[in-house]
């Protein structure tokens, strides 16, 4: 091997290998970090394809197409046009085997890639079906992404609460007034959310973690209030996208619960509020700021006004968790 081939091959060798990926795998949506170092966010709806006897779709900004033992699927919002599996509906732990995937590219020219540690956001990582799905992402695999051929090597697999990841986001950007008291999180999620809090130090206080209401919770009050008067059962998924999209409508031309919405999430964040406040009862007198993140964060301010501010709507709600997971 002459002096050139073999920096050619450190180079190419150097390049192939990632130091971390970081991956959200949301109940709505995908969330990681691209190769070239963007933050590159994917409807988390897998479909799978026989090409035998349908056409696939093409690879494009926001779907990606994977082939994996046999099996050929699409992420991201062409899987979610053609209905695929959502995690919305499925659960993002029992579909993250296959949609981590998505977030496993190699770098430009590339066909082969090493990670020494893949960091994935969990709600709890103490919980044990996300401790096994995790253990099944390290190794060594074998796919095709995009119709490239890659060979990916996983070295370590490393679970990240996701609440912990904002609050340590928080914490370095100071977005918390006082550091000397307990502070919080609550990350609105589409199943369900989480609420932590934190002592000064920075040590999650465990016996204050709780599980409070998610946006499906308050889908589910528009859409019986939609029964009601429509005598047709809408699709949850259906109006969580008229939620994000503040529409307020099924699809382009179905029902439109406009006037159903602002009840129905003020009643919902009465439900959080409520139930945080009880569950954290020991600790209010203490208590500092909770910080609202995820997706559905900026449904809160209402709850932010009502608590002069204590509980309040982050910068970028749905990023952070993220953005956080790479301190």
């Given at each position: 091997m002459t002096p050139t081939t073999e920096v050619q091959r450190l180079i190419t060798t150097r390049t192939a290998v990632r130091q971390e990926i970081l991956v959200n795998p949301g109940n709505r949506y995908i969330e990681y970090v691209s190769a070239s170092g963007a933050m590159i966010r994917l409807p988390n709806v897998i479909r799978?394809?026989?090409?035998?006897?349908?056409?696939?779709?093409?690879?494009?900004?926001?779907?990606?197409?994977?082939?994996?033992?046999?099996?050929?699927?699409?992420?991201?919002?062409?899987?979610?046009?053609?209905?695929?599996?959502?995690?919305?509906?499925?659960?993002?732990?029992?579909?993250?085997?296959?949609?981590?995937?998505?977030?496993?590219?190699?770098?430009?020219?590339?066909?082969?890639?090493?990670?020494?540690?893949?960091?994935?956001?969990?709600?709890d990582i103490r919980n044990g079906d996300a401790i096994a799905q995790s253990q099944k992402l390290q190794g060594t695999f074998e796919y095709t992404r995009n119709g490239q051929d890659v060979i990916t090597t996983i070295a370590k697999v490393t679970l990240i609460e996701e609440a912990t990841a904002a609050y340590n986001y928080g914490v370095k950007n100071e977005l918390y007034q006082w550091l000397d008291a307990i502070n919080g999180v609550i990350d609105f999620g589409g199943g369900t959310s989480s609420g932590r809090l934190y002592s000064p130090d920075g040590l999650m206080l465990r016996e204050a973690s709780i599980t409070l209401p998610g946006t499906n919770q308050l889908a589910q009050m528009i859409q019986a209030r939609l029964l009601k008067e429509t005598s047709t059962s809408?699709?949850?998924?259906?109006?969580?996208?008229?939620?994000?999209?503040?529409?307020?409508?099924?699809?382009?031309?179905?029902?439109?619960?406009?006037?159903?919405?602002?009840?129905?999430?003020?009643?919902?964040?009465?439900?959080?509020?409520?139930?945080?406040?009880?569950?954290?009862?020991?600790?209010?007198?203490?208590?500092?700021?909770?910080?609202?993140?995820?997706?559905?964060?900026?449904?809160?301010?209402s709850l932010e006004e009502r608590t002069k501010g204590r509980f309040k709507v982050a910068n970028q709600p749905q990023d952070i968790t993220i953005l956080g997971m790479a301190l």
């Open positions: 799978e394809f026989d090409p035998s006897w349908e056409d696939v779709p093409a690879p494009a900004a926001d779907t990606v197409i994977i082939k994996r033992d046999g099996t050929l699927y699409a992420v991201g919002t062409a899987a979610k046009t053609m209905k695929g599996k959502s995690a919305f509906d499925k659960g993002k732990l029992s579909m993250m085997q296959d949609s981590v995937f998505a977030a496993l590219e190699p770098s430009y020219g590339q066909s082969i890639l090493r990670v020494e540690n893949l960091k994935i956001a969990v709600p809408a699709d949850l998924s259906a109006i969580m996208d008229g939620i994000e999209s503040s529409s307020y409508q099924i699809g382009r031309n179905g029902a439109s619960f406009v006037t159903h919405f602002a009840s129905a999430r003020d009643i919902w964040l009465d439900d959080i509020r409520s139930k945080a406040i009880s569950q954290w009862n020991p600790y209010l007198n203490d208590l500092g700021e909770v910080l609202l993140v995820g997706g559905s964060a900026t449904l809160a301010t």
